[in-house]
């Protein structure tokens, strides 16, 4: 084979490959920004503090129609918690001060780094998702976090099918695919993560 045919098959490859990759990116990059994750830090990891930040929870999963209602996308939804942080914040200080404590507690909406999390049967791969985060006085502890849209969050006594029935009506195919069987793209996930990192890089020398 010609040194010029061989270039040219090599470039072929590259673009081939490249052309997969910069899909299988821009799936992640939809998944991301398709969901509003709720992310509650807790005090501290004592017992009592974790036990505290579940109730947080529970109260505002319960209030969860009156902080959202009548909101059908995302962007309403994201408009409404921005809106709602001083009355969304007031029901966790309830919960606290109920509870027999003084912490304080912040409620904001932000973008921010969430590692691979799995929920029920779905994965949701790492990245910059925008979130409802709560922080509970020191915001020590280990956290806990949902998906608030697609409307994932359910109470625990309800089966892990309702998530996988909703999922399908938020996701294409391919997004599910990618959230369900991760194991299949543990290759592109690794490529992704050092574009990711080698993009990093170039802004800093830039």
């Known amino acids: ?67 959202f209602g009548g909101c059908e996308s995302l962007e309403e939804m994201k408009v409404k918690a921005n809106e709602n942080l001083s009355e969304i914040n007031d029901i966790v200080l309830e919960v606290i001060h109920e509870n027999g404590y003084n912490y304080t507690a912040q409620t904001q909406l932000v973008n921010m780094e969430f590692d691979t999390r799995e929920y029920g049967d779905i994965t949701m791969p790492s990245g910059k998702y925008d979130a409802l985060r709560v922080t509970i006085g020191e915001a020590e502890g280990h956290n806990w976090w949902c998906v608030m849209y697609p409307p994932l969050c359910i109470p625990a006594a309800e089966k892990v099918e309702s998530d996988e029935k ?15 069987n991760p194991e299949k793209y543990e290759v592109r996930f690794k490529c992704v993560e050092m574009f990711k990192e080698l993009k990093s890089k170039i802004k800093k020398i830039a």
């Not at 821009?26 to 017992?47: F, G, P, Q, T």
């Not at 909703?166 to 369900?180: G, R, S, V």
């Open 1 to 67: 084979m010609k040194k010029t045919d061989v270039i040219l098959f090599t470039g072929l490859i590259g673009s081939i490959i490249f052309s997969n990759f910069a899909g299988f990116e821009k799936k992640l990059d939809n998944i991301e920004h398709e969901v509003l994750r709720m992310h509650i830090l807790a005090n501290s990891d004592a017992e009592y503090d974790q036990n505290l930040k579940l109730k947080v929870r529970d109260r505002l999963l319960e209030n969860s129609d009156v902080i």
């Open 166 to 180: 909703t999922a399908e009506d938020y996701f294409d195919a391919e997004e599910l695919d990618i959230m369900k």
